[in-house]
């Protein structure tokens, strides 16, 4: 698989130059922003509720390739495909046709909470809630939820 990206366009920065910027971050940085702006552009050409579910993954010789989140996404663009690709491949000279692949994204993993807070500071939470209800109730009630949720049987 050969990248046929050029870069010709991308400054070449010697030492000295740049602010102190090492010529190849430099250049990374410059590369960094052309690959966000195609990204970009490729996102204004999909339906709105694709976007967040395809992302532009590189470019293969002449192919660009995106990446689908899930199946859904990328069996919807897949059917899309030919009425979008005149003006996917117009985001970059030299391209001739899109690519879709599948990358399932895993799911955050639910958060449990593991908490447990001992019988005094339970206690003290009542105590407090105790004292406070009259001064500042919403706090009051706040503090003796805590501490009812977190009362052992």
């Not at 102190?20 to 971050?25: D, E, F, R, Y």
């Not at 399932?104 to 209800?133: I, K, M, Y």
Request: proline share 7%; net charge positive; glycine share 4%.
């Amino acid at each position: 698989m050969e990248n046929d990206m050029d870069f010709n366009h991308l400054k070449r920065v010697g030492p000295g130059d740049g602010a102190g910027v090492p010529a190849h971050l430099h250049n990374l940085l410059q590369i960094s922003r052309y690959w966000q702006k195609l990204d970009k552009e490729v996102g204004r050409i999909l339906p709105a509720n694709l976007r967040p579910y395809v992302r532009t993954a590189c470019i293969e010789g002449d192919v660009l390739v995106l990446l689908a989140a899930n199946s859904m996404a990328a069996s919807r663009l897949k059917m899309l495909l030919p009425a979008l690709q005149p003006s996917l491949v117009a985001v970059h000279e030299g391209l001739s046709s899109v690519r879709v692949r599948l990358v399932p994204q895993t799911p955050e993993a639910e958060r449990v909470n593991r908490l447990e807070l001992s019988e005094t500071a339970v206690a003290n939470f009542e105590q407090t809630a105790e004292c406070l209800a009259e001064r500042h109730p919403k706090l009051a009630q706040a503090l003796a939820r805590l501490a009812q949720k977190h009362r052992k049987p």
